[in-house]
């Protein structure tokens, strides 16, 4: 058998391998959707990714007999190293994450790998798959290998999830995605919910304003480190983030698509829903160049879509298992479901990743007609 050398990410060519590797291992994968390499370079690269500001990654690459057979990652977040244990992260936690492998034992010793650069950082238990943040795409793909992922959103071979058990991981958290029909309407009930907030003095559902994007990104994402603060996995946003994450998603709003919900004049809540770019990516082989930038922007001038994606929601904690809360996620999701099938002829929502813990996001989801899609597994494991 041919050796497997397992060696860190230290050149340029090596990080061209790195990021290079999964369009040969999804060649001939129908439902793998080929991320933009500028996006995946930006990822991993310090002094472009703010999430290096607050972490520390190594990347290494697994070779066999000439030929890259796989990757991984192994990372500290050291804001994830001060939360609660109980939520998921917390001291000596440390994970691996944009895992590939071509097969089992190339698998192995990858994990392996990472395991060893976590416990030499001190580490004692290792989370993952995590790439690299719980904002970027966590888990692995466990369910719902039949259809492409949405924007922002894995895929992976059906074998890994075997692999990792194999290491000697556990599932520990499961992060769901719901199918919604949107193009019908919403059962009777939610309407009614629907109309009576509509006829209310203190609730107001409002667009974004795109022309004071920054201030509208920090307010929306000062909600969600609010509304998230108690959940599994949470990671608060930094200010570099914020203003990053809006720099990559100014692009895709469309001030109908993201709502704000205000009680008494306050910001309480809010939606964000953006067209599903996978739709339009997936022929683009990873790369806006030499025309397809052309096709893309022309396309984000006012998009068709079959499916919208709603990747964040909250609703600010104080308000939190009331029916006020209730109510107010009902109006939002109606809101932007209405925009959604009027104007970019969508007739689908993919609702999520929401915790499999998240019993309230759940009911949300389910209660206007959303059933399970996929599931992304978090794996667990003492070192």
Excluded at 105 to 114: D, N, Y
Excluded at 156 to 176: E, K
Excluded at 213 to 230: G, H, K, P, V, Y
Excluded at 346 to 351: E, I, L, P, S, Y
Aim: glycine fraction near 8%.
């Amino acid at each position: 058998m041919t050796e497997i050398i397992i060696r860190p990410v230290l050149t340029k060519a090596d990080k061209k391998a790195f990021v290079d590797l999964p369009y040969r291992l999804y060649a001939d994968n129908p439902n793998w959707v080929p991320p933009l390499k500028d996006e995946v370079y930006g990822l991993i690269t310090p002094g472009k990714n703010p999430w290096f500001e607050h972490g520390e990654a190594e990347f290494f690459l697994a070779e066999r007999g000439g030929q890259i057979v796989g990757r991984i990652s192994a990372h500290i977040d050291h804001l994830a190293l001060q939360q609660p244990v109980e939520q998921g992260m917390g001291p000596g936690c440390g994970n691996w994450g944009l895992f590939e492998a071509e097969d089992s034992h190339v698998a192995a010793l990858l994990i392996e790998s990472a395991e060893s650069a976590l416990r030499a950082k001190g580490m004692t238990r290792s989370l993952g798959p995590i790439s690299l943040a719980m904002w970027d795409e966590p888990g692995l793909l466990a369910e719902g290998f039949d259809q492409p992922p949405v924007v922002m959103m894995g895929y992976n071979q059906p074998d890994y999830a075997d692999w990792v058990l194999a290491a000697g991981y556990v599932g520990v958290q499961d992060l769901l995605t719901l199918d919604l029909p949107i193009d019908k309407g919403f059962p009777e009930l939610i309407n009614r919910i629907v109309s009576m907030g509509e006829r209310s003095d203190r609730i107001r559902i409002r667009r974004v304003d795109k022309s004071r994007f920054d201030e509208e990104a920090a307010l929306l994402l000062s909600i969600l480190n609010d509304a998230w603060s108690d959940n599994w996995g949470f990671v608060p946003f930094t200010d570099a983030e914020i203003a990053y994450a809006g720099k990559k998603l100014k692009p895709i709003v469309y001030e109908d698509l993201i709502r704000v919900a205000e009680l008494d004049g306050e910001p309480v809540a809010f939606m964000m829903t953006i067209p599903d770019l996978n739709e339009k990516l997936k022929d683009f082989g990873g790369s806006l160049w030499p025309f397809n930038w052309a096709k893309l922007l022309w396309w984000l001038r006012k998009p068709k879509v079959r499916t919208m994606r709603v990747p964040l929601m909250g609703v600010v904690k104080k308000l939190q298992s009331t029916r006020m809360a209730s109510q107010l996620a009902f109006m939002l999701v109606e809101y932007i479901r209405r925009a959604s099938v009027s104007k970019f002829g969508a007739v689908r929502g993919d609702f999520g990743w929401v915790l499999a813990s998240n019993g309230p996001m759940r009911s949300v989801g389910e209660a206007v007609g959303g059933t399970l899609n996929k599931v992304y597994r978090i794996y667990e494991k003492q070192l």
